[in-house]
């Protein structure tokens, strides 16, 4: 993935998304393009003979930033397919595929290609064509190119040549099939042997001149999905004339006997890389494989680690970022905002220290998220972002939180300085303790919410040892408190901001609503959680919050035995909301409360043995994994998969929609979760028909009809091409 700047980034993203859809070329010709990808047709020869073999090659043409696919995607994407149409005793080879770079965010992996690629085709021509006559060829071409988001595009492509009798002369040296022939992998010069433990892959090439290769790196791209683990480490050894590479086994990883197929990839010094190609029978390894463990032997520097920590804190920071325009986080820092412009005549340090205090409140929010994770993860326990909503009692909590921050920017509730920390009373304080707190607030209020780039980041942390999964939670907090850092520290953002004046206090009213709002939506969030019952004890707390804020109220001005005694009633209200709260919601049955209701509906509710029947079966499989208390899932559910368009597109395509609900924790859905990098949801994978073991199309988070009806298309031609094979 590549960094787009703050407010762009969004406005960007949403963009892309609107333009994922198959683009097709009206025109056919030997040439065609769609915005991310230009396309043409080439041959090696400007004339054929009859009954001749030539190359046709298909030039790829990609904008910067974003990139196609290789015979094996990797762990998402969809390899270029190339339909032939040709008369009637022509043939068409099999593409012959460059080797491809490597394509990383996070624990995710993808081969393929960017800038350039050209795949060659053999083509054979009919032994009757006459001289005089043309040969016309035709080809329906489909590809996946990506960025941060994914779109299947299609052209059509046609070319025709003229035919002349044998021996006439003609051009054979186009240079772009030249440059392609002379990228291809070739075949090893060495002996080859591969032997696997179950677990790890050791491939050993032997032989003169080994020895002298001194690769600065070396990977091997396996040609089927699942052999290896694409993110995995791979290890190089040169032991003597013995180039050892080690490797970790994959999903779906080959038996004794069977043979690995795939791409030697050597890069030198310089930059520049040799492939070569590899196939031999996979053996019984003697002993285990260490894949991690650095054994005897020049070890070659893997610095994918560094690259893949450096990657993860940039899009975690993006991440958090983003985090600023969901619904429930953007008026808490509206409320800082104005606080910050209502001070504005106070000394430049006294605002920077404000910002700092909200930065620090949001950064040990985090610390403390990331060390819950941590302890939740050594006593077992499959988690991940968000996974403290699983939680009714915690739902129940933060719904009363936001109620009592509405009454205190509605004016119901005045706080005083030593609780107003708990709500917008406190933003509207000059002390620190406020900015902290609200640092605090704007964490809590942005966990329900997944943002573009956090799902790799999250995923990729969540498998890395603590210090690094720290790191990664501190970047995400860094980007949720950089624009109000930037506030205070920048006085030129503050000039830009309206002068102060009586629409800050009606706008401080305004913004009470949202926050009721998010009241609403966790109440409905409590009631798939825990039963119908979990609504009117939530709505009883709030009852009694809003009295004891009322009481309060009232009573402020009153004697001092009425005002005590009003305070004390307060309290007593409030301690008799939470506590009714919590043994009622704890009281109910979670579990049977949130299982997914499909009567009616266009999905049904997932479970393994559910989705290993269907892939069994070769069906077509979409899952939609979500969650009550996931905003992105509810907006994405609403926008795009409830559809008419595309509901009908997954019936056509006999698509079985299968809805998986992490409202509360489920095992099962956590380890798939866990098999694509994800620690969190939205996650939505349309696996196409056919092979059980073909990897399925992993689409964005942020999803539109158009986006979806695209991998459907995109999911249908796989499938047909599947079924061929």
């Keep these: 993935m590549h960094a787009i700047t703050r407010p762009k980034a969004l406005a960007g993203l949403l963009s892309a998304l609107g333009l994922a859809v198959a683009c097709s070329s009206g025109l056919a010709g030997p040439q065609a393009a769609t915005p991310q990808v230009k396309a043409e047709l080439l041959a090696s020869v400007s004339a054929v003979y009859p009954g001749e073999q030539i ?39 099999d593409i012959q595929w460059p080797a491809p770079k490597r394509f990383k965010t996070g624990p995710v992996a993808n081969y393929g290609y960017e800038n350039e690629v050209t795949l060659l085709s053999p083509l054979r021509v009919p032994a009757n064509l006459q001289p005089g006559q043309r040969f016309p060829v035709k080809a329906e071409v489909s590809w996946l190119v990506c960025k941060e988001v994914c779109i299947p595009e299609q052209v059509s492509l046609d070319l025709e040549l003229p035919v002349v009798a044998p021996g006439s002369p003609r051009e054979t040296a186009n240079p772009v099939i030249q440059a392609a022939q002379s990228s291809l992998p070739v075949a090893a010069p060495w002996q080859t042997t591969i032997e696997s433990d179950g677990k790890a892959i050791l491939l050993r090439a032997s032989g003169a001149g080994v020895a002298g290769l001194q690769p600065a790196e070396a990977w091997f791209y396996a040609s089927e999905w699942g052999k290896t683990t694409h993110d995995g480490p791979q290890r190089l050894h040169i032991l ?313 109220g009232h009573s402020h001005a009153a004697r001092p035995l009425a005002r005590h005694g009003g305070r004390g009633v307060a309290v007593l209200s409030v301690l008799a909301a939470l506590a009714g709260g919590y043994l009622g919601v704890s009281g109910e049955t979670a579990r049977a409360a949130s299982a997914p209701q499909a009567t009616g509906k266009a999905w049904e509710p997932y479970s393994q043995a559910r989705f290993d029947a269907l892939r069994a079966e070769g069906k077509p499989v979409f899952i939609n994994f979500t969650a009550a208390w996931c905003i992105t899932c509810l907006a994405n559910e609403k926008v795009a998969l409830s559809d008419p368009q595309v509901e009908a597109a997954f019936r056509q395509a006999g698509i079985t929609y299968l809805k998986g609900d992490w409202t509360n924790q489920d095992p099962e859905i956590s380890a798939h979760l866990a098999r694509f990098g994800r620690s969190g949801v939205p996650l939505y994978l349309l696996y196409p028909g056919g092979r059980a073991d073909v990897a399925p199309a992993v689409l964005p988070q942020l999803l539109t009809p158009a986006t979806v009806l695209g991998a459907v298309d995109a999911a249908t031609v796989r499938s047909l091409s599947l079924a061929k094979e």
């Design 55 to 93: 190359e046709v090659g298909l030039q790829q043409k990609i904008i910067p930033h974003w990139h196609t696919y290789w015979v094996n995607p990797g762990d998402s994407g969809l390899a270029t397919t190339i339909a032939w149409t040709l008369p009637d005793g022509s043939g068409a080879g």
């Design 240 to 552: 003597g004339d013995s180039l050892e590479l080690r490797l970790k086994a994959g999903e779906a990883p080959g038996a004794v006997g069977t043979p690995l197929q795939g791409v030697l990839a050597l890069q030198a010094a310089d930059g520049s890389v040799k492939a070569y190609t590899v196939s031999a029978p996979i053996k019984a390894a003697g002993a285990s494989i260490h894949v991690d463990s650095p054994t005897a032997g020049t070890s070659a520097p893997d610095a994918a680690g560094d690259i893949q920590l450096g990657a993860a804190l940039v899009l975690a920071l993006l991440g958090g970022l983003i985090l600023n325009l969901m619904p429930c986080v953007f008026p808490v820092l509206s409320i800082k905002a104005l606080s910050l412009l209502r001070h504005a005549g106070q000394a430049p340090g006294h605002a920077r220290l404000q910002g700092l205090a909200y930065t620090a409140g949001v950064l040990a929010s985090f610390g403390v998220l990331a060390g819950v994770l941590l302890a939740l993860k050594a006593g077992g326990s499959q988690v991940g972002w968000g996974f403290q909503f699983q939680s009714p009692v915690f739902v129940l909590a933060v719904a009363y939180l936001m109620f009592a921050v509405g009454l205190s920017l509605s004016g119901v509730l005045n706080v005083g300085a030593s609780a107003a920390g708990l709500g917008g009373g406190l933003a509207d304080r000059p002390g620190y303790a406020g900015s902290f707190f609200t640092g605090v607030l704007a964490t809590v209020v942005a966990t329900p919410c997944t943002a573009p780039f956090m799902g790799a980041a999250l995923g990729f942390a969540l498998t890395q040892p603590a210090p690094v999964l720290v790191a990664v939670f501190l970047s995400l907090g860094l980007g949720l408190a950089l624009p109000y850092l930037l506030l205070c520290f920048w006085p030129a953002l503050q000039r830009l901001l309206p002068r102060p004046g009586v629409w800050m206090e009606r706008l401080k009213e305004a913004l009470a609503f949202p926050m009721y709002g998010a009241a609403v939506w966790l109440v409905w969030v409590l009631a798939q959680q825990a039963g119908p019952n979990a609504i009117a004890i939530a709505l009883g707390g709030m009852l009694a919050i809003a009295f004891a804020a009322w009481l309060a």
